[in-house]
Nanobody
Framework: VQLQASGGGLVQPGGSLRLSCAAS????????VSWFRQAPWKGREFVAA????????YHADSVKGRFTISRDLAKNTVDLQVNNLTPEDTAVYFC????????????????WGQGTLVTVSS
């Protein structure tokens, strides 16, 4: 059971990226998949989540209108489209999964990807 996060990079303020979380070893049916981020010297912060079965999404207030989480049923992936980035979005972004409903507490997730770094700087 593995999650692989990808798509991070260096981007200028106002720019966009598309992060992807690929699951291998298990189908995401019945799972909730979330993105968290952790900036230097800060705790892990909930960003967005999706219920795989019904597609219902949740976004943190800090990213609403800028970030969009989605799922690809055929590829077994969960993507995070991040737009209008600011330096405050600089962080390592992690995807995580749990075989239950969506929650925002990171300690309740069972599986984690390795993280992908997003750096927003001019």
């Amino acid at each position: 059971v593995q999650l692989q996060a990808s798509g991070g990079g260096l981007v200028q303020p106002g720019g966009s990226l598309r992060l992807s979380c690929a699951a291998s070893g298990f189908p995401l049916e019945y799972y909730a998949v979330s993105w968290f981020r952790q900036a230097p010297w800060k705790g892990r912060e909930f960003v967005a989540a999706i219920n795989w079965n019904n597609g219902r999404t949740y976004h943190a207030d800090s990213v609403k209108g800028r970030f969009t989480i989605s799922r690809d049923l055929a590829k077994n992936t969960v993507d995070l489209q991040v737009n209008n980035l600011t330096p405050e979005d600089t962080a390592v972004y992690f995807c995580a999964a749990r075989r239950a409903g969506v929650v925002t507490a990171s300690f309740l997730y069972d599986y984690w990807g390795q993280g992908t770094l997003v750096t927003v700087s001019s």
